[in-house]
């Protein structure tokens, strides 16, 4: 399973103050969500909408829909599908916590 994560996904800020609580796929200043056998990837860096909302960036960005696609075919981590895309979070921890992708 993979939970894709944004900074600047308003609607997961909403979500959050309401609940008062991190939401899965929120990203605060602890980082993002993250949970044994779930890989995290932070899209932050895929789509900002000035005005939008920023909650559909996994639409949007086609590295995003070329890796769920990549995940249908069956293959994992995130790092074997990526490779050039993302980097490993944090930088020099193994394995790594959660990916992002580059800026």
């Not at 944004?6 to 309401?18: E, F, Q, T």
């Not at 929120?26 to 000035?50: F, K, M, Q, R």
């Not at 979070?89 to 800026?103: A, I, S």
Request: hydrophobic share 40%; glycine share 8%.
């Amino acid at each position: 399973m993979t939970l894709y994560a944004s900074s600047a996904d308003k609607a997961m800020k909403g979500s959050r103050v309401l609940a008062k609580v991190p939401r899965a796929g929120d990203i605060t200043a602890a980082g993002p969500v993250v949970l044994p056998g779930i890989d995290t990837i932070d899209v932050t860096p895929v789509g900002h909408e000035l005005f939008g909302l920023n909650h559909d960036v996994f639409a949007e960005g086609r590295s995003v829909l070329s890796d769920i696609h990549q995940i249908l075919l069956g293959l994992r981590p995130p790092d074997a599908r990526l490779p050039v895309e993302i980097e490993p979070m944090p930088e020099g921890v193994l394995p790594p916590k959660f990916w992002r992708y580059r800026e």
